[in-house]
């Protein structure tokens, strides 16, 4: 008997630390997707300081969330080389390119939830 609660007390544990970070991976992506849509629409718009400057905010969660979901998340991975990509045409001044990889960066995230 005490075994037996001691495996539900245990798989509980388990489920719930699980569940925390995948929780604060999605706050993350939430974070990343908020920055990286403000890149693209700075971008768009032709605002290269503003579309680099959420583009890196954008990066910053994208790691985090990487690293709370586990280093194989494929999409993250994309995600981050397209928002280095961004990050790289905003500070050269090619904003409209910026925007390309930002948008890019969206499409990933969002595949990263399902």
């Not at 001691?6 to 569940?19: E, P, R």
């Not at 928002?83 to 595949?111: F, G, Q, V, W």
């Amino acid at each position: 008997m005490k075994l037996i609660i001691a495996v539900i007390v245990t798989g509980s544990l388990i489920l719930s630390s699980s569940t925390q970070a995948y929780a604060f991976a999605a706050c993350h992506v939430a974070e990343a997707m908020g920055h990286a849509g403000k890149a693209q629409v700075y971008g768009e718009l032709e605002h290269a300081k503003e579309a680099l400057q959420y583009a890196k905010e954008s990066l910053v969660h994208a790691k985090e969330a990487r690293n709370e979901y586990g280093k194989d998340n494929k999409h993250m991975d994309q995600t981050i080389k397209y928002l280095e990509e961004a990050i790289k045409h905003a500070s050269m001044n090619n904003p409209k390119i910026a925007a390309k990889y930002a948008e890019n960066a969206l499409r990933h995230m969002r595949d990263s939830c399902r």
